[in-house]
């Protein structure tokens, strides 16, 4: 699948390791976007932009919309060590938790692949397995404890080095600030598999996806999201149904 042509162009934060990506995020942190003087549905409307531009940027809003669910996964568990008062972060941070368990979002957080549209790419040509079974499908939905293994000669991050130690894990340029892995999932680079886990949850003290952007974000285009999923679900609804 080729890349936008506008991917980097509109300063949009996106899921890349790329430097331009880099320079975006660093420059955007001093630029934060402008919502006081815009009305409620602008606001909603650039939260979307900006949000869905990282999250699920290699979907459109179609399919976004069939993945949306507005009831939100939390958990009120405390992990061990956790101080008591830490309080419990916005539900809204999970607006996006269904792009979470995409397969080609699962090989990109896995830091198997440089950017969200190479791990697309490597699912669609048959190097992304499920349970052993090939699965070239970017928007199959994992499951908890599905494992997903990447055959080693697709990831980009890999060589093989002199010695019979098998693979190694070898460092790119501008990766540092990318190189971190989320509580749901689990990755083996020497077999080169990941373990999906469970679902993300918001638990008190910590949000588990991955995002640049602050909460109220997540919240304005969470609301956006909730007023489209009632209209399209009512529309449906109003459909006359076929006979056959």
């Not at 699965?135 to 019979?164: F, K, M």
Request: hydrophobic share 35%; with cysteine.
């Amino acid at each position: 699948m080729r890349k936008p042509k506008d991917t980097f162009a509109r300063q949009l934060i996106r899921m890349s390791w790329s430097k331009y990506n880099l320079y975006t995020i660093a420059t955007r942190g001093r630029q934060a976007p402008r919502l006081g003087n815009r009305t409620l549905y602008q606001q909603k409307w650039t939260a979307k932009r900006e949000t869905r531009a990282y999250h699920g940027g290699q979907i459109n809003e179609r399919q976004f919309l069939r993945l949306f669910n507005p009831k939100i996964p939390t958990s009120n568990t405390r992990v061990a060590g956790q101080e008591k008062d830490q309080k419990h972060p916005p539900a809204v941070v999970l607006t996006f938790a269904s792009i979470e368990r995409r397969l080609d979002t699962i090989v990109f957080r896995a830091c198997l692949a440089t950017s969200i549209w190479q791990a697309r790419q490597m699912v669609l040509h048959g190097k992304v397995s499920v349970n052993g079974v090939k699965t070239p499908s970017p928007s199959h939905q994992a499951s908890p404890g599905d494992i997903i293994s990447v055959i080693p000669n697709a990831i980009p991050l890999l060589s093989e080095p002199a010695t019979e130690s098998g693979l190694t894990f070898v460092r790119r340029p501008f990766m540092q600030p990318f190189i971190f892995i989320p509580d749901y999932l689990e990755v083996n680079f020497n077999t080169c598999s990941i373990v999906y886990l469970r679902n993300p949850i918001s638990r008190p003290g910590k949000s588990e996806i991955p995002s640049p952007f602050p909460p109220d974000l997540h919240a304005l285009a969470y609301e956006l999201y909730v007023s489209r999923k009632k209209k399209r679900t009512s529309r449906q609804q109003l459909r006359p149904e076929k006979f056959v």
